[in-house]
């Protein structure tokens, strides 16, 4: 049974950072690829980064580059996001899933995490 957990969502001001992470099981990790979507209230849910584990490369929504990091850890099985220079607008629901990742977009494979609920104060 495949089972992503994320954690590390929180409350922080403007500015700030936090780092989510994403604890994968069931999961082939080394040559799957991870990503992460959020879901601000009202709103549809968008890919906003993902990681290709077996041909190491990187995407990301142009809202988030250079803010955002992803990165993965094969010996844990999990995936992380950086979260630096916080904006309000990156309030949402943040989860992980297992994607189909590419240099210029990312597509969900409907194997979700719950989420974890990211809101940044003015």
């Known amino acids: 049974e495949v089972q992503l957990v994320e954690s590390g969502g929180g409350l922080v001001q403007t500015g700030g950072s936090l780092r989510l992470s994403c604890t994968t099981s069931?999961?082939?990790?080394?040559?799957?690829?991870l990503g992460w979507y959020r879901q601000a209230p009202g709103k549809g849910r968008e890919g906003i980064s993902c990681?290709?584990?077996?041909?190491?490369?990187?995407y990301y929504k142009d809202s988030v580059k250079g803010r955002f990091t992803i990165s993965s850890d094969n010996a844990e099985s999990t995936v992380y996001l950086q979260m630096n220079s916080l904006k309000p607008e990156d309030t949402a629901v943040y989860y992980c899933?297992?994607?189909?990742?590419?240099?210029?977009?990312?597509?969900?494979?409907?194997?979700w995490g719950q989420g974890t609920q990211v809101t940044v104060s003015s």
């Open positions: 069931g999961v082939s990790f080394g040559d799957s690829a």
């Open positions: 899933a297992v994607v189909d990742c590419f240099v210029d977009y990312v597509l969900p494979l409907d194997l």
């Open positions: 990681i290709s584990n077996r041909h190491d490369f990187t």
